[in-house]
């Protein structure tokens, strides 16, 4: 117990997407039990929004719930070759950007990309299903504002991504292995823009971290198409972390009347020729 204790107090001081804040340091969460998703608003006074708050994060994506929004844009990523770390962060394995791995631009604010991570299984639900997976983008924005742009994965072909991460994951395992619940391995540059996939639809809605402090206002865009990882590819993600946290997704939390916006290119293009065809000549 002392050891998850202590490799707890060192997720708090890095936390798992927020920066270090000195009042949260040393409270430990989890996904079960005692310090299960349920409980994290009752763990710290600066969790109260994970019980509290009315717009949390993840949800289940619901057709009924889900509106077309024919001002959205395609989703504008410019991400650089830029040097990565992948850590292996207690509660999630990540992978932490350089300055300048570039940006995402959301409703005219741009936001820098910060780190990756994965969640096993997904913590959104498209349309009612988990998925094996999800990829969380962090980026942030000059005011301390998150948007985080999420990728849902099924069992299926391998991901190339990850295969050129393999021999760094099996490393995270082998630290893992010695003792090192904290292990970082250099991946050097790596280039972005293999992870910057061209999207035709996503979700779009206003949720919160899906860690303590849970904090709000945070900018979600799921990607809508499901991608794939291999099984062996899941379980490489998972095979660092401690057993509490291999299934490390916090359930859906209510929508509590939120919108979820919905943007696909083909109903784009499909409109922009109908109002065409409409136009008198
Ligand atoms: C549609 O998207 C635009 C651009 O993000 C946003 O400003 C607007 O509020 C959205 N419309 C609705 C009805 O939410
Ligand atoms: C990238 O990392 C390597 C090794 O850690 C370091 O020598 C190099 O200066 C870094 N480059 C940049 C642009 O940060
Ligand atoms: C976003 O910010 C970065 C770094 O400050 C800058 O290089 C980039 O041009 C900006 N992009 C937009 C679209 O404003
Ligand atoms: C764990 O790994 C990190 C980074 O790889 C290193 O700085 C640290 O000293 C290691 N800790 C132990 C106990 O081996
Ligand atoms: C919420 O996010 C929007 C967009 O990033 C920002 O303009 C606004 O100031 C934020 N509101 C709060 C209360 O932080
Ligand atoms: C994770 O969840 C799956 C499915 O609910 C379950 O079969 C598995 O035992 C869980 N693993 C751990 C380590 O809790
Ligand atoms: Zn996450």
Redesign the pocket.
């Known amino acids: 117990m002392i050891i998850i204790i202590k490799f707890c107090f060192f997720a708090m001081a890095i936390l798992c997407v927020a920066p270090a804040n000195a009042q949260t340091q040393g409270v430990v969460f989890g996904y079960g039990g005692k310090n299960g998703p349920n409980r994290w608003g009752h763990l710290n006074p600066h969790y109260t929004k994970c019980s509290v708050g009315k717009l949390q994060s993840p949800i289940d994506i619901q057709r009924r719930q889900t509106?077309y929004?024919?001002?959205?844009?395609s989703l504008h990523r410019d991400y650089h070759t830029t040097n990565a770390t992948l850590v292996n962060h207690v509660c999630n394995v990540a992978m932490f950007f350089g300055e300048g791995a570039g940006d995402v631009v959301?409703?005219n604010k741009n936001y820098s990309l910060m780190q990756m991570h994965w969640h096993t299984p997904s913590e959104h639900h498209l349309h009612g299903v988990q998925y094996a997976a999800e990829l969380h983008m962090v980026h942030q924005a000059k005011d301390g504002s998150y948007a985080v742009v999420a990728s849902l994965f099924k069992i299926g072909s391998e991901e190339p991504f990850l295969s050129q991460m393999k021999d760094k994951l099996v490393k995270l395992k082998e630290e893992r292995r010695k003792g090192n619940q904290t292990a970082q391995v250099e991946v050097g540059k790596i280039d972005t823009r293999h992870i910057e996939r061209k999207t035709r639809k996503y979700f779009?809605y206003v949720g919160s971290l899906t860690t303590p402090p849970c904090s709000e206002n945070v900018s979600w865009t799921i990607l809508g198409k499901v991608r794939s990882m291999s099984k062996e590819q899941v379980e490489l993600l998972r095979s660092p972390l401690d057993t509490s946290y291999k299934n490390n997704s916090r359930p859906c939390q209510p929508l509590n009347g939120r919108?979820v916006?919905m943007f696909h290119e083909l109903a784009t293009e499909k409109q922009e020729t109908s109002s065409k065809k409409k136009k008198p000549n």
């Open positions: 509106f929004n024919r001002s959205l844009e959301i409703d779009r919108r916006e």
